[in-house]
Every structure is written in C-alpha cells, then in structure tokens.
C-alpha cells in the first residue's frame, strides 16, 4: 500500500499534478536551509575543477538552490514573489559589472569572475523570494544562518583558548593574527570576515531571546532556556569582540543604538520595550569592550585604533662596511631603538630579537640567519646598544648583512616597516686552512633569498588611491576586484599585499564600475535603506522586522571600512539578509 502511495506521487511530480508547496517548495527550501548554515565553511580545495572554474562546496549549494528554485518557477507558473519596484535597479547594475568587466584596462577574467559572483549573489536573493513562502520561512533560514555563525564562533574560541586546530585548513590558510595575538578566525578567511558575519546574525539570536522572554511558558521550562540563551548572547558577543575588528565591536552599538531612536521615538509602548531591549544590547557590548581592555593589555593596545604595522617599527644603527678574513669572529655594535608600540621581550613565547641575513651581493641567495637576545626588556622609545659577534663565512666574497628585529613565528619588523639597515661584508681569504668546524648558524647551503612583502598601506592610503582611479576612469572603472591587484603599482612596490581592497564598501564598487555602472546599486542601496528606515518607524513592526534591519545596517555601517561581497560567506550572507527583509515585510504586511 505504502509503495503504491510513493509510486503515485512520484507519478504526480513529473506529471505536474502534485501540489506546489510540497515538493517543488520544500526541496529548495531544504537546500537553502543547507546553503545558509554551511556559509561560514567553504572548503578551500574546490569540489570540481572545470577549465578557469572551481566549485566549492559553498557554490554547489548556491547552485542547486538557484536550479530548484528556476524549478518551481516553472511549476508555479510564473507566479514570482516581486520585491518593491526599487529592486529594478538591479537589472542594469548587473549590466554594468559586465560592461566594467569587459572593458576594463587589464584583468578583464578577473573583473569577470568577481562580477559573476556578484550577480550569482542578486539571484540568490531573487531565487529565495521564491523559495520563502510560508510564514516561517524567512525565520527558518535566519535560524540556520545563526547556527553556521554560532558553530564558527565556537571554534574560533577554542583555538585563541586552547590550541589552533589542524583540521581548520581545510577551510582557511591560516589563523588570523595580529602580533603574537591570535584573532577569532573560525573558519572564515579572515578575522576581519567573522566579525560582519556574527555582528549580522546577532541579531537573530537577540531576537530568539526576546521571542521566548514573551511567550507564556511554565518557568521551570523558560527560565533556564532564558539562562542558555542568554549565556549564547554574551559568548557571541564576546567572540565579535575576540576578532578584535575594531570596526566591528563599534558596529554592533551603533546598530542597537540606531535602532533604539527609531523604535523608541514617537512609537507605541510596545515599540518601545523593543527599543530598551536594543539599548540593553548595545550597554552590554560597550561593558564587554571596556571589560577586555582593562584585562589585556594587548587587546587595548589593538582596540585604540592605528595601523598594527606601527608596533613593529625599529631604528638600527649598524656599521655600513665590515671587512673579515674568512673563518674569523668579529664583534659588531650596533645600536636599536624601539619605535613602536610593543615592549621587546627575548624570553618566553614568541621572543623579540636582533637579527640579520647574510645574502650574496645581488641580495638573491641567502646562506644563514642570525638571531641576538636582547639583554633585558627593549620598552617603545628606549634604546639599547648590542655587541653581535659575527663569523665570517669560508668562501671569501663581497656578501650583504641585512640587520632587522624579528618576532619569532609572526614577523619580520622589515615586513611591517619596510625598514632595516645594511651592512656591506668583504670576506678576504684567510692566513691558511682551517680544521674547526664552520659554525652552523654560518653554514654555506645556499636557498633563495626571499624578500619583504611590502607592509598593508593604512585606510587613508589606500582610499586615496581609490580615488586616483576612480579620477582616472571614472565612468567605468578598472574592473571589479582589481584594485587589490593593481595598486601596488602606485606605491611603487612589487611585493604589495594583493589580497587588501579599498577597505571600504562604497568606494571600492565605484573604483570598480565607475559612476554609470555604480550608480544603480546607489539608487538600490539608497532605496533599500530608506525603506528599512521608514518601515521601523511604522508603529506595528515585530523585533523579527528590527532583526533582519539590524543585519543590513550592519552590512551598511562596517561596510565604510571594509569591504565583504565578493567573499561567498558575507557575500551571500549579504544578499541572503536583503530576501529575508522583504520576505518578513510581505508576511507582516499579510498578517495585519
């Protein structure tokens, strides 16, 4: 009887008989649910490789979504679930990515791919409007959104608490650090994208509490899922905190404070429970900011703002020539001073040395480095002249000494800096053979010698050279994603950072598209946020509506001072939290 039952329906699905919210709906609903709580674990080796594309696992859940989606379109006979006319914008932004692309001054597969993942994440958007219909949904989806967050969280905290857990490298290079103090990574890329993802799905988890404070529940029950909740709260704002994204910690109260005045100004007494609900929040935040601060001393050293490449700064003073017969120990004095941020310590983990490499005269092989303990603590401004005793190496020859300071396992001082000194070597031969051993810290085996990437230009650089270009082309920019990959051209370094953006949401879609091709994502950002703003001040919204604002604020905010949409996890997280705003305005809208 039973295989009977599954033999019709499955007669029905194909022959487009059986009901539309079961199937067609549920399938795609369920890989949505997949897509949003696997969004923090992209695996970084691709699924499949076919020619330029990669799949990941990430992008195989976009897809499938997207394709059952189409799916149920086609069944429901083009019944499509419109956003707000302003979404129309985005027809012609989504041109304009092409024609920037297209047309860019080099890169242009580059620009490409970065612009198909950006209409991938519009469709996103547009495929679970057609996914979310019933009344549920939409909250559904931002529950396995917060789940994936929560679950990354969790990791990154026991990795900055414990140890870094090999297995992580299956979804990212490298944990994030800054100094010798690990950052809340997770599974994210970097810190800096687990702090806008948590700080959007934040909300969620503040509004699941409110949620269960206001439902009628025998206490034996409510106050201890009060407690967990309550307790899930302040873990996670505490992890927002450990990624040690300045920008972020001053997102989450600018965010809850924003909504506080919209909710609470002129609004109904209900309104305005939600509002002191947020401003709870946002006290909370700043109490755990200045809490951490006072705690650790490195936590306030990040959290009061400036470039972490000024922490590695050091003056050496070392002799510009040193001329030694082969074999021979020679002592050199050399004089540092500490112009950074950070006291210098020789001892304990991580140590903060002198050190040199002896290179061949081009500077391209490298046959040893040499490390010299400080004698004490090295405090910022202090100075401390050293004696280094140096062996010269067997093979007579002109050599280059490249003096720096080092933190043992993060960095070269050089590398932050792109300072240290040099000392010109001249080995002559010496009086006969020598039987001792050669020490090994001088030994001869050549490798190639690696060079100093160039330190991460501040924001105020890095906007001016947006800015430059955009001057430059203005009306269709260079292409997006390409300014990470050009603007070290300007500094005149080589060796740049090429993973760092504009660090600036706004400014990087122009620098890309130029004012035509970014002018309608204006106008839709500009409509979408006007919308987010008059539809709070409205006296009958739910927290669930404040919610889901609260994420594109967030988006909106940080996004002055980084940029996230072309990574999948805040990419899509983006564009994922655009249907849900929609989608709970609609089954508002319905149920009232």
Known sequence: MKLDTGFRKFQQIFSGHYPYSSMLIRVPFILLMALAVSLPFELIAPLWTIGPLSITNVELALFLTLAFAAASLLQSRGKWAWPDRYWLWLLPFGGGLLLSALLAPQLQANALKASLRLIFGILLALAALQIMRRPGDGRAVSVALLAGGLAAALIGWWEISQSELAWMSLFRTHITRVGSILRLTGAFDYANQAAIFMEATLPFLVTITWSVSAQSIPPRFKIPLLALLFSLTLFYLQAIILTLSRAGAATVIVVCLVLTILLAVRQTAANRKMAAWWLGVAMVTAVLIVANALLSAQIRLRLQGGNVDDWYRAQIIAPPTLEMVAGATVDAAVVVTNEGALAWRSQGENPISLGARLLNEEGTQAYSELRWPFPGSVNPQETVHMIAPLTAPLTPGIYELRWDVVHENVTWFGSKSG??????????????????????????????????????????????????????????????????????????????????????????????????????????????????????????????????????????????????LLFNATGLLFWLLTALWVNEKKNHAHRI
């Not at 051993?437 to 501040?458: I, K, L, N, R």
């Not at 955009?470 to 500094?491: A, H, K, S, V």
């Not at 106008?523 to 669930?544: H, K, S, Y």
């Open 419 to 564: 300072l240290y000194a040099t000392s010109l070597v001249t080995v002559l031969p010496g009086a006969g053979p020598i039987d001792r051993p050669q020490p090994e810290t001088f030994g001869m085996s050549e490798q190639a010698a690696w060079d100093y990437v160039g330190p991460v230009p501040g924001r105020a650089t890095l906007w001016s050279l947006a800015l430059q270009m955009i001057g430059e082309r203005p009306l269709l920019g260079i292409g997006m994603d390409n300014f990470r990959l050009t603007y070290g051209e300007r500094l005149g370094n080589p060796n740049y950072d090429n993973t760092v953006h504009t660090n600036n949401f706004y400014l990087e879609i122009i620098v890309a598209m130029g004012i035509i091709g970014a002018f309608p994502f204006i106008v839709w950002a500009g409509a979408l946020l006007l919308d987010v703003l008059r539809t709070l001040r409205r006296p009958d919204q739910t927290m669930w509506s404040a919610a889901f604002a609260a994420g594109l604020l967030t988006f909106f905010i940080h996004g002055f001072f980084d940029f996230f």
